[in-house]
């Protein structure tokens, strides 16, 4: 079966199925070490030294949380 295939039968199955299996094929990489590359690396290090700069320019998860589940009509 091709990738293409694996991701129709995938997308055909119930949301919470496809939670489930897009959950176990995430569970198998999280057992892995996962290298990030140096273009990401150097992104992440440039975020954390501008928290570091602006520590109070943050957004609460909650409110993060809240507009996306009014965006896309998820009760919380």
Do not use: C, Y
């Not at 975020?47 to 993060?64: A, F, G, K, T």
């Amino acid at each position: 079966m091709s990738a293409l295939e694996i991701l129709a039968t995938i997308r055909a199955m119930p949301q919470a199925e496809r939670r489930k299996v897009v959950g176990k094929i995430w569970e198998e990489f999280s057992e892995t070490e996962l290298e990030l590359s140096a273009t990401q690396a150097a992104e992440l290090d440039r975020r954390l030294q501008d928290h570091s700069h602006h520590p109070n320019d943050v957004v609460p998860w909650s409110e993060i949380k809240a507009a996306t589940d009014a965006k896309f009509a998820r009760k919380p």
